[in-house]
């Protein structure tokens, strides 16, 4: 049987797949089972920052599983510790870390956490948390329910109680309340259409969410691990959150989730937990990822690469103004809100047959968010192929 009627037969049927199956990568190239290669724009949806096969973290991670992949956390774990101390030095924040595995699983650590807060924190009982409309936050039961889009809360419930969504960033204050046990959002809304927050609102919440004690989840689970130019977003926006959540990007493949916080005393030992999260498998890789990102952002690398791909990314934009209206987005997070949906569909499909994956966010944006260490060529090609994709359209 071939591997799409496989696929079909046996795999529950939640993603709209294309049929293309990718055999190996280097870098951002992959190679499809009919030896065709494609840049890629996509790294997996923000995971492979380091790009595909890095050789640096496949040989810390064959060399680790050679020895030892996984006790349980109920013994010391050396590349988890280490994996906490470097995620915690290349954020500058004051904080310390949980391990699971995946990005949702890093949020519900977040609300745990600030739900327990609440408790702590006085007479009242502390349970609401605000989230934006268009937000993206997972796919697990509270982490859909936390996701601002009514159109993701239609099955499932009934869900945990109180998650409350502001239409933007200025309607959070008026949602706050003696009940507020935390706000989250994502600096740049990914899954919603690549949408920067404004930079003083952001600060002006940070600060107003200080005053009153109530906790700021920042979801860096697409944002975090040098994705918009610092270790996390909230590194650019100039703000201390309280809590923040990393996934894709600091595995470079290997499934992780982290949640981050300076609260460092809320959690006590019982309350949270996890089977697989920071095993030595995915803590090797952690710690190797975060090493080469920050190689690169102090070598001023990472900075080149977003100015070259940015202004190419520009150049793109220009040629075709007739199907775009705008360029958005910070550092190697970029979109271009494209002028209908139809059109937004014709590129993806074209994009594919030129050799170049890109993705799409919300109703009409073609989003990038290339390896990190993607080249000057693998850049120039993934563009010439993408403008031969639009040349029909
Ligand atoms: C992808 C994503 C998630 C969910 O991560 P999973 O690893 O799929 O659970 C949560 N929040 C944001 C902002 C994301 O982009």
């Known amino acids: 049987m071939n591997i799409q009627a496989l696929d079909k037969k046996y795999v529950l049927q939640t993603y709209g797949r294309g049929n293309v199956e990718f055999v190996s990568g280097k870098n951002a190239t992959l190679t499809d089972s009919e030896g065709k290669n494609y840049i890629d724009f996509t790294s997996g949806i923000g995971v492979v920052s380091v790009g595909h096969a890095n050789k640096r973290v496949n040989s810390a991670i064959c060399e680790q599983i050679g020895n030892i992949t996984h006790t349980s956390n109920l013994y010391n774990i050396a590349p988890q510790a280490k994996a906490a101390e470097a995620v915690v030095k290349a954020s500058g924040y004051d904080m310390a870390c949980f391990f699971g595995n995946s990005g949702a699983e890093a949020n519900e650590g977040a609300i745990k956490i600030a739900r327990k807060h609440g408790e702590r924190d006085g007479e009242i009982k502390r349970y609401k948390i605000i989230t934006l409309q268009h937000s993206f936050h997972g796919r697990t039961i509270t982490t859909v329910k936390a996701t601002g889009q009514e159109a993701m809360h239609n099955y499932f419930g009934p869900f945990p109680d109180g998650f409350v969504y502001a239409d933007?960033?200025?309607?959070?204050?008026?949602?706050?309340?003696?009940?507020?046990?935390?706000?989250?959002?994502?600096?740049?809304?990914?899954?919603?259409?690549?949408?920067p927050q404004d930079r003083a609102k952001v600060q002006a919440l940070a600060k107003l969410l200080k005053s009153k004690h109530i906790p700021l989840i920042v979801d860096e689970v697409q944002t975090g691990g040098y994705r918009t130019g610092e270790f996390t977003a909230s590194q650019v926006y100039g703000i201390i959150p309280e809590i923040i959540t990393l996934a894709k990007g600091v595995g470079g493949g290997v499934p992780v989730g982290i949640v981050m916080t300076s609260l460092k005393e809320v959690l006590s030992v019982?309350?949270?937990?996890?089977?697989?999260?920071?095993?030595?498998?995915?803590?090797?890789?952690v710690c190797s990822v975060v090493e080469i990102l920050n190689e690169l952002k102090e070598s001023g690398e990472l900075e080149a690469t977003s100015t070259y791909f940015n202004q190419e990314l520009e150049k793109f934009y220009r040629s075709n103004e007739k199907l775009f209206t705008q360029k958005v987005g910070i550092g190697m997070m970029c979109g271009l809100r494209v002028k209908d949906a139809d059109t937004l569909t014709s590129i993806m499909n074209n994009a594919k047959e030129s050799g170049v994956m890109v993705l799409k966010a919300g109703r009409n944006t073609l989003r990038f968010l290339p390896p990190l260490t993607i080249t000057k060529e693998e850049i120039d090609e993934g563009f010439k192929s993408l403008s031969t994709a639009v040349a029909s359209i």
């Open 270 to 285: 019982g309350d949270h937990g996890s089977t697989f999260g920071g095993n030595y498998l995915s803590s090797t890789a």
């Open 168 to 195: 933007d960033m200025d309607a959070i204050e008026g949602l706050l309340d003696d009940h507020t046990a935390a706000v989250m959002i994502e600096l740049i809304q990914g899954e919603g259409g690549v949408e």
